[in-house]
């Protein structure tokens, strides 16, 4: 890239900053502007690619997320972690989930004597909604 291009583009990149905001995220003022422009742009539609904005929001997202994972790592959640979270915010029992199979098979998982299985995985995302990778 020649010294005029890269000249042209730091000072189009200057301004691009400075109308909208969009930037390195190195402080939590940064960080609540970026949640702001990327909550606009969710009310605006830009989260479906076909939006014209899609690409900005993306790219929002992706400077969001790279702060969070810096300054807000979150701890690794095991399967039967979430099992046990699901089976406390439904009130349930180890008799109540028929998506792993018997209560004594239930038991096993949560004792950490088995592994959830696919299978399992795959009917309790359905039954309780949720995405499959939760249980990774």
């Given at each position: 890239?020649?010294?005029?291009a890269?000249?042209?583009?730091?000072?189009?990149?200057?301004?691009?900053?400075?109308?909208?905001?969009?930037?390195?995220?190195?402080?939590?003022?940064?960080?609540?502007?970026?949640?702001?422009?990327?909550?606009?742009?969710?009310?605006?539609?830009?989260?479906?690619?076909?939006?014209?904005?899609?690409?900005?929001?993306?790219?929002?997202?992706?400077?969001?997320?790279?702060?969070?994972?810096?300054?807000y790592?979150?701890?690794?959640?095991?399967?039967?972690?979430?099992?046990?979270?699901?089976?406390?915010?439904?009130?349930?029992?180890?008799?109540?989930?028929?998506?792993i199979?018997?209560?004594?098979?239930?038991?096993?998982?949560?004792?950490?004597?088995?592994?959830?299985?696919?299978?399992?995985?795959?009917?309790?995302?359905?039954?309780?909604?949720?995405?499959?990778?939760?249980?990774?």
């Amino acid at each position: 890239m020649s010294a005029l291009a890269l000249a042209t583009l730091a000072e189009a990149w200057e301004t691009f900053q400075e109308v909208t905001c969009v930037r390195h995220i190195a402080s939590e003022q940064d960080y609540d502007e970026a949640t702001r422009i990327a909550d606009a742009l969710l009310e605006e539609g830009a989260m479906d690619e076909a939006h014209p904005q899609h690409s900005l929001f993306m790219t929002v997202s992706d400077l969001i997320y790279a702060y969070d994972q810096a300054h807000y790592p979150q701890p690794h959640v095991r399967g039967v972690d979430v099992v046990r979270f699901l089976m406390d915010q439904h009130h349930l029992t180890q008799n109540q989930l028929p998506e792993i199979g018997r209560q004594s098979v239930v038991s096993e998982i949560l004792a950490g004597k088995r592994s959830l299985t696919v299978e399992h995985i795959r009917n309790l995302s359905e039954r309780f909604s949720v995405n499959p990778g939760v249980f990774f």
